[in-house]
């Protein structure tokens, strides 16, 4: 795909830089023109990969600029150059190579793409807590330094000299990033106060220049002196790339329900019982009200069904519990229930299955006393999509965060998120590993949003708050709960798992999910109070002349995980781009001449015999052109002879 310059007089031409031309027709010469070449040189020059239609249309665009002006700015052969180049793109081979070259270009760009997102997320590799100890002493040091500020000079002289020794301490873009989050009437103390939660910022992006006391929050050593957090680090760092997203240690998850048995190797047992008791006294599954009453409505089923009724619907219908509107309630959702067994198929989709008996019971239960609000469908997790585009720009599309089949909230807290995996038959193994694993990182994502809304609580207010997750599939309930034990590192744990009838004769099975229910909305209510709590100390942050807008940088965050060895410096980041580009470049010029090479040797043969054959048969035309001409002369000569002798 190539076109030919017929001057040799410009073949070092450029296009002057005051024309509105893309800089490559500034800085290459006109004989090196070509459309892989300018990829090349936008791929290596470009600060930033644009998509394939931006640069496509400024190559088209300038080569039409230089066209159009050949008598005003540009020799005649340049602008011939030019139209070859923008006509050779409509013929079939071009539409090929072209097609070939956005292709490439394209995977090129995903690839910058992803490397920009994983930086991005690298960016969020904060943690929410600081040190307890160090930001004590920060705010003892702050409250000390105004004292004896007070004593020495006036509140304006001690902002000047404040700010003129402690000005080097900080980037200025710091103070303009959050010069919005402040009020107006802040006072001379709140500015001091704001620097030193500034300078505490600093310490924390870089620890190792801070020299204290690890918090009970900055690791989990157990009693054998194992250290969790190095254990999952470790193990983290052997992952394989390729199929990191389905490791929960990569999202700095331990699941302690006993699944992931890759990570429960790495433990003793009784170092395992050690870390499940411990999450056992963190997370609470609270007990049920009105256990009897339920039990008495449950024994009143079981006798209806030992009769063997010709209507069982009718019949559970008159096992009712006088003075429990909640538990007549949850015997109605039973006779739902047992309505859309009688009418189960053998194979049933997923959002069917959901509405008629895992979603139909969960809802009916948890919003009898519409506290809770309750939402269903494909939707997705309102944390992970805070999470994913908390770095991003205004101006930046929004990404979408962890999908899942229904979520609770209360007060704008997502208490409760559902995924179910497949409808019937059961879904395979590795779907339901998935699904599990994307629940796990919502439910992170739920914790990871109330740290950064409610920061600058202590870490020992914010551990006791936990969140629950739903995981169905066929005809199996498992509820989960996860909690913050320590820096990067969140826990899971199996709480109950249930099983659904899978026939009207086995309904009474159905007891031990309702209470499994009952409990899930006993234990939100204590989850509520808990954050409650929580919220209310963030708001009186500011009696101790702290605002909860000031934010604290998390030093390990949500996608702490991903700063992995190809993302650690910007130089590394360049090198391996450039490296890409090289390859890139390469891979054009092979399969440029893979596979266009010998086709267009061919066209190029084939198109000289065409020549030939042309000017052959013109010759031969010139020759019978002469013949003709030599008769007609004779003719012409014989009629006039003809004539004269007539006469």
């Known amino acids: 795909m190539t076109a030919v310059l017929r001057s040799k007089k410009f073949l070092e031409f450029k296009v002057p830089t005051s024309e509105n031309t893309h800089c490559y027709f500034k800085k290459i010469p006109a004989q090196h023109w070509q459309l892989k070449h300018y990829l090349s040189f936008r791929l290596k020059s ?11 249309d400024n190559w088209q665009k300038s080569l039409d600029f230089i066209a159009k002006n050949s008598n005003k700015k540009f020799p005649g052969s340049i602008s011939s150059l030019c139209i070859e180049l923008r006509n050779i793109c409509n013929t079939y081979e071009g539409s090929i190579v072209i097609e070939n070259c956005e292709k490439l270009y394209e995977e090129f760009y995903q690839r910058n793409i992803d490397l920009q997102i994983a930086e991005r997320l690298r960016l969020l590799d904060t943690t929410i807590f600081s040190e307890q100890k160090f930001s004590e002493f920060l705010r003892t040091s702050g409250k000390k330094r105004i004292g004896e500020d007070n004593e020495e000079a006036s509140s304006s002289e001690k902002r000047i000299r404040y700010e003129g020794d402690h000005v080097d301490n900080f980037a200025p873009e710091l103070l303009k990033d959050h010069e919005e989050d402040y009020d107006d009437e802040i006072s001379d103390v709140n500015v001091v106060n704001f620097l030193n939660e500034e300078n505490e910022l600093e310490e924390v992006i870089q620890p190792e220049a801070v020299q204290v006391a690890n918090s009970p929050f900055e690791e989990w050593v157990l009693s054998t002196g194992k250290n969790v957090s190095q254990v999952l680090d470790t193990f983290r760092a ?39 008791n411990d999450f056992n006294e963190t997370v609470e599954f609270k007990d049920i009200d009105e256990e009897t009453k339920l039990y008495d409505l449950f024994d009143k089923i079981q006798e209806t069904i030992e009769k063997k009724p010709d209507d069982l619907i009718t019949a559970i219908e008159k096992c009712t519990i006088e003075g429990s509107s909640k538990v007549n309630s949850i015997r109605r959702l039973i006779q739902t229930y047992a309505y859309n067994m009688e009418r189960l198929q053998t194979s049933i989709p997923e959002a069917m299955f959901s509405n008629n008996f895992t979603n139909m019971l969960t809802k009916g239960i948890l919003t009898y006393h519409r506290k809770f609000m309750y939402d269903e469908g494909e939707i997705q997790s309102l944390a992970s999509a805070f999470i994913t585009n908390t770095t991003k720009k205004p101006t930046d599309r929004s990404l979408i965060g962890q999908k899942c089949d229904f979520r609770v909230t209360c007060d704008g807290f997502e208490i409760v998120i559902g995924l179910r ?51 169905s599939f066929g005809f199996f309930y498992n509820v989960y709960a996860m909690d913050w034990k320590s820096k990067g590192l969140w826990r899971l744990g199996l709480l109950k798992k249930a099983k659904l009838p899978q026939s009207n004769e086995q309904l009474l099975m159905i007891e031990k999910l309702v209470v499994t229910l009952l409990q899930i909305e006993s234990t939100l209510n204590h989850i509520v109070t808990i954050r409650n709590d929580l919220v209310i100390k963030a708001s009186r942050l500011h009696r101790e002349r702290r605002t909860s807008v000031i934010p604290k940088q998390y030093t390990v965050c949500e996608q702490r995980v991903h700063k992995c060895p190809c993302f650690v410096n910007e130089e590394e980041i360049n090198r391996r781009v450039k490296k890409e580009v090289n390859i890139l470049c390469q891979r054009l010029l092979e399969h440029n001449e893979k596979t266009f090479g010998k086709f267009m040797r061919e066209i190029t043969m084939e198109h000289e015999d065409r020549v030939k054959a042309n000017k052959k048969l013109r010759f031969e035309v010139e020759e019978k052109k002469i013949e003709l001409q030599e008769a007609e002369k004779c003719l012409a000569y014989l009629k006039s002879r003809s004539i004269h002798q007539g006469y």
């Open 46 to 56: 470009d600060e930033s990969i644009l998509p394939w239609s931006t640069v496509y």
């Open 421 to 471: 995996s497949g409808g019937l038959p059961e879904a395979c193994k590795s779907k339901k590993w998935n699904d599990k694993v994307d629940l796990m990182v919502a439910m992170r994502d739920v914790l990871l949003r109330e740290a950064i809304e409610n920061n600058g609580v202590e870490c020992t207010d914010f551990k006791r708050i936990y969140t629950l997750g739903v995981h």
């Open 238 to 276: 052997a992952i394989p790339k390729s199929k990191a997203y389905l490791y929960p240690a990569f999202f700095g998850i331990l699941d302690l329900s006993g699944e992931d048995t890759e990570v429960k190797k790495l433990f003793t047992d009784d170092e395992w019982s050690e870390m499940k």
